[in-house]
């Protein structure tokens, strides 16, 4: 699996001239080190280039957004830290004088109420209102802190600078993004259509590619290229494939690879693939256990060539730093209201079984023949705790929208092929209306943390697109 990158907050420490400048020294010093001792980087001005390591005054502002600028590049995220009532326009200036375009929160330290004299008191929680005000006169968009103080070295602060993360992680992930969609959607699946327009104002560009192109370049391959036969290793090595046909592991090794160069080539990092039944028709395999490697090594890959289920999966894993599955909506689990089955048959990643082997597409197969539905991935996903999302392109009324949540897989058993997995959703009929009434897709993204409150946070207020929350 890839390893995510540290994130990247610029610092900005406001403070006003008549608060104590100590607090403003302080509070610098402070937020630094609670910041890298989460692992972040922190892009800042030496302490000496502004009076109190902080920004007030006009020169000041110049300071840090130069500084800012040059770095623009290497930052993920704006952190506003009030240790004082702090400079509301010196703060805003800050942000639109360094052109940055990234996410950011908003800090104020809590008062001590045994400290409240002209030496000591801060009126941070009162600097934070009009911070917040003249960033929204600015048009900048911004987060809050759980709490509308907290202290650096807090684990209060410690959460929303995980939830922050992630908000960082998906506006960066979306940012100027190339997917790909290889082949068209089946023909049966009116459902995954998607406004490849709508995707573009949003930054999401599509990059298309005709299957056929795709099986030209593999029947160029030779069964004894080297590069055939490192994939092919990597796949014996990825899962269980025994009893599996030699040509279909060849036949699958040689798609991955075709991939591979394709996404490479047109810098890509997701796609969406048309997995029925033309593969297996002239070629003679499922593309799953190919997808599957891809998704756990966080280039995800969406089946049936669904693109706004592969942006949830993307979304989805910049939340959480792993791996994201696309699932059907599938089934009730008896007469529990609450409880439900999800199911693909299958390209989920590895990281979501409690075991997992190659196998043949069960419901393919009566179709087209066993012996050309080689590579699924089946096995039943292990208990634990997920979020879900699914992103829909709504023409009617020119916008993107989506809905969230979480919920649990239980880790049950049941006498079924493909990767599946029981779940728990509260009021899980009240969100099934929901998804019926609005007319949304039967496929949904999970991912196996709990990033939910990030999710929506970073597509409604930083993507502009129309969220449903359930919770």
């Not at 509070?27 to 000496?48: H, N, S, W, Y």
């Not at 959460?159 to 940012?175: H, M, Q, S, T, Y």
């Not at 999800?342 to 075991?355: A, D, M, Q, R």
Request: aromatic share 8%; charged share 20%.
């Amino acid at each position: 699996m890839q390893r995510r990158k540290p994130l990247t907050l610029a610092l900005i420490v406001g403070t006003r001239g008549f608060f104590p400048s100590h607090l403003a020294e302080s509070g610098r010093t402070i937020m630094i080190r609670a910041l890298e001792q989460a692992g972040v980087k922190v892009v800042i001005p030496p302490f000496g280039a502004t009076r109190s390591g902080a920004v007030e005054s006009l020169e000041e502002t110049h300071v840090f957004a130069e500084y800012f600028r040059q770095r623009a590049d290497q930052i993920d995220g704006v952190l506003v830290s009030l240790p004082n009532f702090g400079d509301e326009r010196a703060i805003a200036n800050v942000i639109r004088w360094s052109g940055l375009k990234v996410p950011v929160l908003v800090q104020a330290f809590p008062d001590d109420p045994a400290k409240m004299t002209n030496a000591d008191r801060r009126d941070s929680f009162c600097g934070k209102m009009s911070a917040c005000n003249n960033l929204r006169q600015y048009g900048i968009r911004y987060s809050l802190t759980t709490n509308h103080t907290v202290d650096p070295e807090s684990s209060a602060f410690q959460n929303d600078l995980a939830r922050f993360a992630a908000i960082c992680r998906i506006v960066g992930a979306l940012k100027a993004v190339r997917i790909g969609a290889i082949g068209t959607r089946p023909a049966a699946f009116n459902t995954v259509r998607y406004s490849e327009q709508l995707l573009e104002r949003s930054g999401i560009s599509v990059e298309t590619l005709d299957l056929s192109e795709l099986l030209g370049w593999i029947k160029r391959m030779k069964d004894s290229e080297r590069s055939v036969r490192r994939k092919l290793e990597a796949i014996r090595q990825y899962t269980n494939v025994q009893g599996v046909p030699s040509d279909s592991l060849i036949k699958m090794a040689k798609f991955g690879l075709a991939i591979d160069r394709w996404m490479a080539d047109k810098e890509l990092v997701a796609t969406a693939i048309q997995c029925w039944t033309a593969l297996e028709e002239f070629y003679g395999v499922v593309p799953c256990t190919i997808m599957s490697m891809m998704s756990n090594n966080l280039l995800p890959s969406a089946c049936e060539t669904d693109i706004a289920g592969l942006v949830g999966m993307l979304v989805l894993q910049s939340a959480s730093g792993g791996p994201a599955a696309l699932l059907d909506w599938n089934n009730n689990h008896g007469a529990n209201p609450d409880k439900g089955v999800v199911f693909h048959c299958s390209n989920l990643p590895k990281s979501f079984f409690t075991e997992h082997q190659m196998d043949y597409q069960a419901i393919i197969a009566g179709t087209v023949g066993r012996e050309n539905t080689y590579g699924t991935i089946v096995g039943s996903v292990a208990a634990g705790s997920f979020t879900y999302c699914r992103v829909g392109t709504d023409d009617n009324n020119g916008q993107i929208r989506a809905y969230v949540g979480q919920g649990d897989f239980t880790g049950e058993k049941l006498n079924t092929f493909g990767g599946y997995g029981v779940i728990s959703v509260l009021r899980f009929q009240e969100l099934l209306q929901f998804i019926c009434r609005e007319g949304f897709e039967h496929h949904v993204a999970a991912t196996k943390a709990l990033v939910a409150d990030a999710v929506d946070e970073a597509l409604t207020v930083y993507k502009g697109w129309n969220v449903y929350h359930h919770c």
